[in-house]
T-cell receptor
Framework: KAGVTQTPRYLIKTRGQQVTLSCSPI?????VSWYQQTPGQGLQFLFE???????NKGNFPGRFSGRQFSNSRSEMNVSTLELGDSALYLC???????????????FGPGTRLTVT | GEDVEQSLFLSVREGDSSVINCTYT??????LYWYKQEPGAGLQLLTY?????DMKQDQRLTVLLNKKDKHLSLRIADTQTGDSAIYFC???????????????FGTGTLLAIQP
């Protein structure tokens, strides 16, 4: 099975712009989560989706949003970019069914966003 | 509060055992995980342990869990140069009765291997 894929892998944007990142989960996985990784704050949970519904959200401003499509692919959007949004954005997927046995999350390679 | 702590750096000689420690905060966490991150890469799930277990062994990896002290450790036997990476422990958040993907990660431990 192919792993979690994220596009693009690298992105450079200017302050004030907006950006959309994409994540394709492992085939058959219905649950997707997003994390932000920075040197200062470490790995922080952004949000999670299951069957196109947001199930949980981390402590991020409203500029960060996401969605999930019927094929389980997910996108996250950051509007009005700030320098502090520069980070590695990681997507993770898990089956989301057969709880609680199928709890493991598998991460993609991430999208490296640089805001200048 | 949500705070998972790890030491920042560990250096071991090739062939020795590495022990990476982690202290987590929430005693109601059901699952605890160890992830590995190599430079420029995402997170690779190494192993996990359920909260009703004390120990789990998986080839060269041994996980020990002390629930009373909220202490988790990862032992890597016969450490190789390919084990050089940052290791993160993570606890599954108890949000929504544990039925959430949210993981609370530690700060990460950089494991350096001396030849």
């Amino acid at each position: 099975k192919a792993g979690v894929t994220q596009t693009p892998r690298y992105l450079i944007k200017t302050r004030g712009q907006q950006v959309t990142l994409s994540c394709s989960p492992i085939s058959g996985h219905r649950s997707v989560s997003w994390y932000q990784q920075t040197p200062g704050q470490g790995l922080q949970f952004l949000f999670e989706y299951f069957s196109e519904t947001q199930r949980n959200k981390g402590n991020f401003p409203g500029r960060f949003s996401g969605r999930q499509f019927s094929n389980s692919r997910s996108e996250m959007n950051v509007s009005t970019l700030e320098l502090g949004d520069s980070a590695l954005y990681l997507c993770a997927s898990r089956p989301g069914t057969g709880e609680p046995l199928r709890h493991e999350q598998y991460f993609g390679p991430g999208t490296r966003l640089t805001v200048t | 509060g949500e705070d998972v702590e790890q030491s920042l750096f560990l250096s071991v000689r090739e062939g020795d055992s590495s022990v990476i420690n982690c202290t987590y905060t929430d005693s109601s966490s059901t699952y605890l995980y160890w992830y590995k991150q190599e430079p420029g890469a995402g997170l690779q799930l190494l192993t996990y342990i359920f909260s009703n277990m004390d120990m789990k062994q998986d080839q060269r990896l041994t996980v020990l869990l002390n629930k009373k002290d909220k202490h988790l450790s990862l032992r890597i036997a016969d450490t190789q140069t390919g084990d050089s990476a940052i290791y993160f422990c993570a606890e599954r958040s108890p949000d929504y009765g544990g039925a959430t993907n949210k993981l609370i990660f530690g700060t990460g431990t950089l494991l350096a291997i001396q030849p």
